[in-house]
């Protein structure tokens, strides 16, 4: 079955660390997207990339790195420059701009700093 | 810029009722709306769409309504089940831009 895998499900960082967030998708789709969800607010973008080796800052992009090596991987790193980086993750695909039906979305990454 | 709110952040209904959950968007260019729901620890999943150049669009217990006049959006459910409890978002577009999310209503089911 074609999809999007996020990996891992839960992950905790410790102030001052740099942890990367998986994303892995299986549907030849060549966007892909990193969201932030945050109790009570929509999605807000991190980054998005259109093509391998290019991507493009969203609207919270500080504090966040990506790298697009491969078409199926976008992965995410949450820097120690990110401040308040406890929320859930979410990374999207698509064939590019908005095809019907929208994003596919992974089942997400719930990362908690202690 | 873009800006999308749905009108109340929860919405609770009795088991076999019809739901209605709305949402404001704000660019009257705007062309393409996608209702998603996303349950506990998940990710969205879609659920229906709708262009511009309809008002009413029509799944399976969905009905997606578009009013461009007032630029609202809204999603009816038909005799919602206890599965239906989750947090419903609508997400917009305008021309060749990303999809712009609005903050979700969480509805609950009351059996």
């Known amino acids: 079955d074609g999809g999007i895998t996020q990996s891992p499900k839960y992950l905790f960082r410790k102030e001052g660390q740099n942890v990367t967030l998986s994303c892995e998708q299986n549907l030849n789709h060549d966007a892909m997207y990193w ?25 919270i ?7 697009r090596e491969k078409k199926e991987s ?20 698509s064939i590019p701009g908005v095809p019907s039906g929208g994003y596919t ?10 | 810029g873009e800006s999308v709110g749905l009108h109340l952040p929860t ?27 996303q349950e506990s620890g998940k990710g969205p999943q879609f659920i ?39 947090v419903y978002f609508c997400a917009v577009q305008t021309g060749a831009n990303n999809l712009f999310f609005g903050t979700g209503t969480r509805l609950t089911v009351i059996p």
């Open chain 1, 35 to 59: 969201y932030r969800q945050d109790p009570g607010q929509g999605l807000r973008l991190i980054y998005y990339s259109q093509i391998v080796n290019d991507f493009q800052k969203g609207d």
């Open chain 1, 61 to 67: 992009a500080e504090g966040y790195s990506v790298s």
């Open chain 1, 74 to 93: 976008f992965p995410l790193t949450v820097t120690s420059a990110q401040k308040n980086p406890t929320a859930f993750y979410l990374c999207a695909s």
């Open chain 1, 105 to 114: 979305f992974g089942s997400g990454t719930r990362l908690t700093v202690v």
């Open chain 2, 11 to 37: 919405l609770s209904v009795q088991e076999g009722d019809n739901s209605i959950i709305n949402c404001a968007y704000s660019n009257s260019a705007s062309d393409y709306f996608i209702w998603y729901k």
């Open chain 2, 48 to 86: 229906i769409d709708i262009r511009s150049n309809m008002d009413k669009r029509q799944g399976q217990r969905v009905t997606v309504l578009l009013n461009k006049t007032v630029k609202h959006l809204s999603l009816q459910i038909a005799a919602t089940q206890p599965g239906d409890s989750a």
